[in-house]
């Protein structure tokens, strides 16, 4: 879903599925800065639907009523913040963004989804080591994977990687989320200003 969010730049959908403490920017090659730069904070994030609730209309709840939680709810992160991420609808250009989402709303769209299923593969720590050995080192080997993204093999896909890539992933429990990567670097989306 961060792939595909990504490919059509909308930033609080992407943000929504990385880490609370943000996105750590890894190296493509070489090893772990000894001072590595700070987590990209994640910014924006959409809202999620809680499974079987449906959408309601007219006055929303106020922020006193508290939501229950049933044991399928999701909780929405409250640490994320709510402002409108201000790439494009704010003409702000690539790179004049500083939050994860405002980064990903800023970059043009790229044809993510219509990707063949072998441009992604899960691999273990110790797998990625060999490609990425910087990553691998970053990585907790007992809770963390790694999405490798690869560029379509049969022909270039315009804004799409021209060699291999990564995401960690972070698994606590059921949840997933985000922690950090190379692949933004790979496609050439400035983490910072």
Avoid at 13 to 23: C, L, M, N
Avoid at 27 to 53: T, Y
Avoid at 149 to 162: D, Q, Y
């Amino acid at each position: 879903d961060f792939a595909l969010a990504l490919g059509e730049a909308q930033g609080p959908r992407a943000a929504a599925r990385v880490d609370a403490v943000g996105y750590q920017a890894l190296p493509l090659s070489g090893e772990l800065p000894e001072r590595p730069a700070r987590a990209i904070p994640r910014g924006a994030v959409a809202k999620e639907p809680v499974p079987g609730q449906k959408p309601r209309a007219g006055k929303s709840r106020s922020r006193s009523g508290a939501p229950e939680k049933g044991k399928d709810s999701e909780s929405v992160d409250s640490s994320a913040s709510e402002a409108r991420p201000t790439g494009k609808a704010s003409g702000a250009g690539p790179g004049a963004a500083g939050t994860l989402s405002e980064i990903i709303s800023a970059h043009l769209q790229i044809e993510v989804a219509g990707l063949p299923a072998e441009c992604a593969a899960v691999v273990e720590r110790e797998k990625l080591r060999d490609e990425f050995p910087a990553v691998a080192t970053w990585m907790l080997g007992m809770e963390d994977l790694a999405v490798v993204f690869r560029p379509r093999p049969s022909e270039h896909v315009a804004g799409w990687l021209t060699h291999d890539a990564c995401l960690v992933v972070r698994l606590r429990g059921e949840r997933a989320t985000i922690v950090g990567g190379n692949l933004l670097e790979a496609l050439g989306i400035p983490a910072r200003r």
